[in-house]
């Protein structure tokens, strides 16, 4: 039971989470802006989210196997379809509508509901390895999918994930023991029998609990702060000079790392408590969201420092031409230190000689030298308009 929960929310996740590889070819195709493609990702989310809680309700009425073959099937039409769509919209309802229908019809709700009914003392632990399931099918479909889209066609790739979808969709609705997975395991639906007189969970009872509302934000907030990056990152990566496998790969290492930490979680939760499980990940999650950032402010310093450094330059070159010029260093530099009219080095020189006595790199050279141009430039007109007044 465990095994068909964690496959089929591989196949759901995995699948869904492909989208990404499409972005860039989708934009040169069509033009559309990175905005729009992207919309379609947020309407994928959106679906999966508001659907969920009805996939509750239709499992309790029909059970997992209508619910799992359901999803699959519609998924798999929602891939054959894309991959004859032309216009916007149409990747909004099919790609994003049809697609986040289908990830919620196969994913954790359901896979939670048959979890349930068989562990009890490690129930943590099982749930962790299922939602791993996410990560592994980040790690398999989306390097996969990028190789087919740079090797064939975005088209083709769709087609051919739809093609896998269809042979799962039979297995998944006749040969799969669905009524055993759903009547759970025998001690635990013994002791799940309510005795007379007690009340169940209901969804109105939850939702009168600050635990209830408490979980929700942290769905809420995690997801915002996660998903709204995500989707970027095979584009930026191939935007800043990676090719397209490496940058897929990168976000398979990304699914990577999520598979274990979520799978590990489960394991912490039942050893060290869930509030310390949540904590430490949190922390985590927010360190590693913050980094860019922290990397951003040195890089600002950084530049800050080499401005300085510049300007400081210029003073120096500008107090050797009014001083007629003073002696080099040494001979390497008296070769680059030339004089002009007035006896003394221009910014430029000095700034480059300096730059490479203090090994910085090319960039801030650069800089030095454009700025000694600059200053000397304008206090050359203002000597100039100085002697014109005299």
């Keep these: 039971m465990l095994a068909a929960c964690f496959a089929l929310n591989m196949f759901g996740r995995g699948l869904g989470d492909t989208y990404v590889v499409f972005l860039l070819p989708l934009e040169r195709e069509y033009g559309w802006t990175r905005s729009q493609l992207t919309s379609v990702y947020s309407i994928y989310l959106l679906m999966h989210g508001v659907t969920s809680p009805l996939v509750g309700l239709v499992f309790d009425r029909v059970g997992p196997r209508w619910v799992y073959s359901t999803g699959l099937a519609c998924m798999c039409a929602a891939f054959f379809l894309a991959a004859g769509l032309a216009n916007l919209w149409q990747f909004y309802l099919f790609v994003g509508g049809m697609v986040g229908v289908g990830v919620s019809l196969t994913g954790m709700v359901p896979g939670s509901a048959l979890i349930a009914r068989w562990y009890r003392e490690r129930l943590s632990s099982a749930i962790g390895i299922a939602f791993s399931a996410a990560g592994v099918g980040t790690i398999i479909f989306v390097p996969l999918t990028q190789y087919l889209v740079g090797h064939y066609d975005w088209r083709l790739a769709y087609r051919v994930l739809g093609g896998a979808l269809l042979v799962l969709v039979p297995i998944v609705a006749f040969m799969l023991p669905w009524q055993r997975f759903y009547a759970g395991h025998p001690e635990r639906a013994q002791a799940a029998k309510l005795k007379p007189g007690e009340d ?191």
């Design 200 to 390: 169940g969970w209901t969804l109105r009872k939850a939702m009168r609990t600050r635990l209830y509302w408490g979980l929700c934000q942290v769905f809420f907030f995690t997801a915002t702060a996660m998903f709204t990056v995500i989707v970027q990152l095979v584009a930026f990566f191939v935007d800043v000079g990676f090719s397209p496998i490496t940058a897929a790969s990168a976000y398979g290492a990304l699914g990577l790392m999520s598979a274990a930490s979520v799978m590990g979680s489960g394991f912490t939760s039942d050893r060290f408590g869930y509030r310390q499980t949540v904590t430490v990940t949190f922390i985590g999650t927010a360190a590693g969201m913050g980094e860019p950032h922290g990397r951003r402010a040195a890089r600002r310093d950084r530049q800050h420092e080499r401005d300085a450094f510049g300007a400081a330059v210029v003073r120096l070159a500008e107090h050797r031409r009014e001083c007629g010029g003073l002696e080099p260093v040494d001979g390497h530099e008296k070769g680059l230190c030339r004089t002009r009219e007035g006896g003394g080095a221009t910014g430029h020189e000095y700034g480059r000689r300096r730059a490479h006595r203090r090994d910085v790199k090319p960039r801030v050279l650069r800089v030095s030298e454009r700025v000694g141009d600059r200053f000397a430039r304008e206090r050359h007109l203002e000597r100039e308009r100085g002697f014109g007044r005299r």
